[in-house]
């Protein structure tokens, strides 16, 4: 099983050297109680490896496993060729596809953070470094600076992302005062959440079979059937062993999760490796504070698997929802669950409003935007409504004045 689980890292690693420009042209696994010391696999391996990578022409070569800075420089001094560990190999990829300052930044912040330990005694690899895999972002010239002058570029990046945070932490509180829920997307990389996104949405954001095709998070609105309305964001797909460096870069980004009204977990369902990516990602939701969000599991691309396993996973979970987002099979009881998920702890009232004022007008735009509306009737300028509320919102509703409208 070890075996099979290994495999299917490897294979993994494949799709992250893909995403980051490579040609896979050899693979090894070895197999050892615990790690060498000095170059993780241990000499003889490094032999054989240095052998292997000649005869093939191998460029760079990939570790499946973070490095420490004694090993890169040991294995790269005796492979004779660019080493590169999983960590740094994420980075490169998030380097490549980030898009917007905030991205770049995060990046940035990760790969500094990264790279500042080593830096140590690593003046031969550097003289190396050129274009290619783990060269991006914070780049050779920015290597060759001296430690405090990293630290000095972390400390200016980290106050770039601390008023992101800042900023988002004003739009999320101007969101709440408008009584509008927040569902977030979340799942493993390439699960199918922008084509989830772009299905609920009608937007056209990018999505492919690549990895980590969406890094800056995207947040929309949709209008549920009853007419009320969300807004929906597709944040960053998550990864096994994801970078501790990129999780926390990201914090700014992925409090958007932590904050949100409802989570939607997508899944690929067809993939083999199902429970390990559902593992990983429930991880990452703990790391950045959004284990308490309520959760709708979203098995997605149930067309690439048969009836039987359907049902299986129907019988396992009967909360979760069955979608292939790509066809659109599914999504109609998905927005079902969602309208009846953000629902939850209501309470119904009778509002009375006064249709010559244009608090109580804005307040019955208000209350059809974020309640189910039970029934509308309007006489001698009064307007009655009854309707199912959240909880949280109804205090909002009631007018600020003594002689204003009251909530039964």
Not at 122 to 147: H, M, N, V, Y
Not at 168 to 187: D, H, I, M, N, Y
Not at 367 to 380: E, I
């Amino acid at each position: 099983m070890r075996r099979v689980e290994a495999d299917r890292s490897l294979d993994e690693l494949a799709g992250l050297a893909d995403a980051a420009g490579a040609a896979v042209v050899l693979r090894m696994l070895q197999e050892r109680p615990k790690p060498d010391p000095a170059t993780f696999i241990g000499g003889g391996k490094v032999t054989a490896l240095a052998a292997a990578c000649a005869e093939a022409g191998v460029d760079v070569v990939i570790f499946d496993n973070e490095l420490t800075p004694g090993q890169l420089r040991q294995l790269e001094g005796k492979l004779e060729r660019k080493v590169v560990d999983r960590t740094q190999l994420i980075l490169d990829i998030f380097a490549r596809r980030a898009q917007t300052r905030e991205g770049k930044w995060q990046v940035e912040l990760a790969q500094l953070k990264y790279l500042l330990p080593r830096l140590v005694g690593a003046g031969a690899a550097l003289s190396r470094l050129g274009g290619g895999i783990g060269t991006r972002g914070p780049g050779e010239t920015k290597l060759e600076t001296d430690r405090r002058r990293i630290r000095v570029r972390i400390q200016t990046v980290q106050k770039e992302i601390d008023q992101v945070r800042q900023r988002r932490a004003q739009l999320r509180e101007r969101r709440q005062k408008q009584s509008v829920p927040t569902v977030a997307l979340v799942g493993y990389t390439n699960a199918g959440k922008t084509t989830l996104f772009n299905r609920l949405t009608h937007e056209h954001a990018v999505a492919s079979d690549a990895l980590f095709v969406t890094l800056d998070p995207l947040v929309r609105q949709v209008r549920l059937p009853d007419r009320r309305e969300l807004l929906i964001s597709d944040t960053v797909g998550f990864i096994d062993r994801l970078p501790h460096a990129l999780v926390a870069a990201f914090r700014a980004t992925l409090e958007e999760v932590a904050e949100a009204d409802l989570a939607l977990h997508v899944i690929d369902a067809a993939t083999p490796d199902r429970e390990r990516h559902i593992a990983a990602v429930r991880r990452v939701l703990e790391e950045v504070g959004a284990a308490d969000v309520p959760v709708i599991d979203v098995y997605n691309k149930v067309d690439l698997i048969d009836p039987e396993e359907q049902r299986r996973l129907t019988a396992r979970d009967p909360a979760a929802a069955l979608i292939a987002a790509r066809t659109g099979q599914g999504i109609d009881e998905l927005v079902q669950m969602v309208a009846a998920r953000v629902a939850l702890d209501t309470r119904r009232i009778t509002i009375t409003f006064d249709s010559a004022r244009d608090f109580d007008r804005q307040q019955i735009s208000r209350l059809y935007r974020v309640a189910r509306v039970v029934s509308h009737v309007a006489t001698n300028g009064r307007v009655v409504i009854e309707a199912d509320v959240p909880r949280r919102f109804i205090e909002r509703l009631t007018a600020p004045t003594e002689d204003a409208n009251r909530a039964d």
